[in-house]
């Protein structure tokens, strides 16, 4: 393996990756000392100190890329954290960090966006994303047009001489549509335009996307890498052709993340591959359970043969996480609070991807304006997590008849 972990010949897998990825020798060992520790420590810095005034104005002139210059370009804890998510992702140049999944959307955006442009936004996207196209992106001079995310090739006729950028966002994280990544991706090179992805349910253990033609990948970390719900961040892996304006942006914005929370990232992300399996095992029989029940209408599971999107999931995928929705056969606001206040074992509460498991009311025609949204009942939002799955299950059901009860 190279240092930068480009080598060609590079043919771990990606659990082997997980556990070997960032521990380089200049950020685990002690100069001139043979051997090391295991994993990175945290190296907390503002100011460096430069040798002499030469040094100092060489230091200055030269790349401050995976180098120490000052505190807001990293340390050694940083770096190691944003080295192994580039080699989770192949063809990823490098990756820059952000303080936030919103951040990273955002930074990633501004790199890529002029006024003037033009921005395809797909519609089922995570609600925040498109609050930064009509708040920030529109004020600038840049117009969002929203896309079907089953469009597909379609999306060829949406193109006009100032699409700048395609985002996607498969499966989207309240309704699970799964998107035709490699058909518009191929478009999008034939004509010029970059993609970005939001890529926080499949991560690149599940959607190497990058692979599949995109130029731009983004994870809010905060999800499955930190996997603990106790670190916000965020982050972007680019193709060599889009990593030097990434990190520049970045630069600009003043963009980092402390050495503590990168430390605790970095710790996640080792177990990422055993907890992904594991969620997904206990989400798939808890979709399959619900889909059985006749309170519910449909359960939003791309790994289920009854979702729309199955297809595409089976081909484009290595796997399925802990996130899905279902909706609910009839019912109202208060036969939906009566499932969701009574469970034991599920939190009610924003974000996923950690251990726990959690139940969010969901509504997401108040997100849409490309598409409608059309149900049989009000919906609800899961995340499974590393609990037993029989007691959620059992939990679910006593849920159930709750909402029976108040129907
Ligand atoms: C949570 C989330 C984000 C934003 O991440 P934060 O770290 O909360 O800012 C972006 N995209 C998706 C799909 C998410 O679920």
């Given at each position: 393996m190279s240092d930068d972990g480009t080598d060609p010949k590079d043919d771990r897998r990606p659990l082997t990756r997980l556990a070997q990825?960032?521990?380089r020798p200049e950020w685990t060992g002690m100069p001139g000392q043979p051997g090391g520790i295991v994993s990175p420590p945290v190296w907390r810095a503002s100011t460096i100190l430069y040798d002499d005034v030469a040094h100092l104005r060489k230091a200055a002139a030269s790349s401050t890329h995976e180098r120490l210059f000052y505190g807001r370009k990293g340390t050694p804890t940083a770096w190691s954290l944003a080295d192994a998510l580039t080699e989770m992702e192949?063809?990823?140049a490098g990756t820059m960090l952000y303080p936030s999944g919103v951040a990273a959307i955002g930074c990633a955006l501004m790199a890529v966006l002029k006024p003037g442009d033009r921005l395809l936004m797909v519609d089922s996207a995570y609600d925040p994303t498109r609050n930064f196209c009509e708040q920030v992106l529109r004020p600038w001079g840049v117009e969002t047009v929203y896309y079907d995310p089953t469009i597909g090739e379609g999306i060829a006729g949406l193109i006009s001489d100032n699409t700048r950028a395609i985002f996607l966002e498969s499966p989207g994280s309240l309704t699970f549509e799964v998107q035709d990544v490699p058909a518009i991706t191929a478009i999008a090179r034939d004509r010029g335009v970059t993609t970005l992805i939001d890529n926080t349910w499949a991560t690149p253990l599940y959607l190497p996307a990058l692979s599949l033609g995109v130029d731009i990948s983004i994870l809010?970390?905060?999800?499955?890498?930190?996997?603990?719900?106790?670190v916000m961040m965020g982050s972007v892996s680019a193709t060599e052709a889009w990593f030097p304006r990434l990190r520049q942006t970045a630069y600009l914005f003043g963009q980092m993340v402390s050495p503590d929370d990168a430390w605790l990232a970095a710790r996640g992300l080792r177990t990422l591959g055993i907890r992904l399996r594991q969620h997904q095992d206990s989400a798939l029989a808890i979709a399959r359970w619900l889909e059985e029940q006749p309170e519910v209408a449909r359960v939003l599971h791309p790994g289920l043969p009854s979702s729309p999107g199955h297809a595409l999931w089976q081909r484009d995928f290595s796997g399925a996480t802990g996130l899905f929705s279902f909706v609910l056969k009839g019912g109202d606001e208060k036969a939906r609070a009566a499932l969701i206040d009574g469970l034991a074992h599920f939190g009610i509460g924003y974000s996923w991807g950690g251990f726990e498991s959690l139940a969010l009311p969901v509504d997401p025609a108040r997100y849409r304006s490309a598409t409608r949204w059309e149900a049989e009942g009000p919906a609800v939002r899961l995340h499974i997590g590393l609990e037993d799955p029989a007691d959620l299950i059992a939990d679910l059901d006593a849920g159930l008849a709750r909402f029976r009860a108040a129907a």
């Open positions: 990825a960032g521990r192949p063809e990823a809010a970390c905060t999800k499955y890498i930190v996997g603990h719900s106790d």
